[in-house]
């Protein structure tokens, strides 16, 4: 994620409203973001997705995106699949999938070592699969 970039002119950006602290960390050091389905747009095919802040933030930060990152992949899941420990074969599933369609164009993601009970705590669920 950057704080600022030059995009060319041409980028699409999905601006998604992020309601808490807790989820921008989620985006900033995992490196995804969950659009609930019931508010997702119907075309996610976009280059940059850009992060508005809430109320939810200190009020220096309020009312204004401060963070835009590149989108390298999506996919349909839930959040207890998000949280899983098959995490490293959900995004070679992503990339396979990406690269078949050619739309995936990001070097080797780096491998982030998590504890399963870390991303319990960050997804908000206090077991897997609830």
Same mark, same amino acid.
């Given at each position: 994620?950057?704080?600022?970039?030059?995009?060319?002119?041409?980028?699409?950006?999905?601006?998604?409203?992020?309601?808490?602290?807790?989820?921008?960390?989620?985006?900033?050091?995992?490196?995804?973001?969950?659009?609930?389905?019931?508010?997702?747009?119907?075309?996610?095919?976009?280059?940059?997705?850009?992060?508005?802040?809430?109320?939810?933030?200190?009020?220096?930060? $309020? @009312?204004?995106?401060?963070?835009?990152? !590149?989108?390298?992949?999506?996919? /349909?899941?839930?959040?207890?699949? *998000? %949280?899983?420990?098959?995490?490293?074969?959900?995004?070679?599933?992503?990339?396979?999938?990406?690269?078949?369609?050619?739309?995936? $164009? @990001?070097?080797?993601?780096?491998?982030? !070592?998590?504890?399963?009970?870390? /991303?319990?705590?960050?997804?908000? *669920? %206090?077991?897997?699969?609830?």
């Amino acid at each position: 994620m950057n704080q600022s970039a030059n995009l060319p002119d041409t980028s699409l950006v999905m601006v998604a409203v992020i309601p808490s602290i807790r989820d921008l960390d989620i985006a900033r050091l995992l490196g995804w973001y969950r659009i609930p389905l019931k508010s997702a747009p119907k075309i996610i095919a976009v280059d940059y997705i850009a992060f508005y802040q809430t109320s939810a933030f200190p009020k220096d930060q $309020q @009312a204004q995106i401060h963070w835009l990152a !590149p989108i390298l992949g999506h996919e /349909l899941t839930t959040r207890a699949e *998000l %949280t899983q420990e098959e995490r490293p074969v959900w995004w070679q599933a992503l990339r396979e999938r990406a690269l078949k369609n050619e739309e995936y $164009q @990001a070097n080797e993601l780096p491998e982030i !070592p998590l504890d399963p009970a870390l /991303l319990l705590l960050l997804s908000g *669920l %206090t077991k897997p699969n609830s």
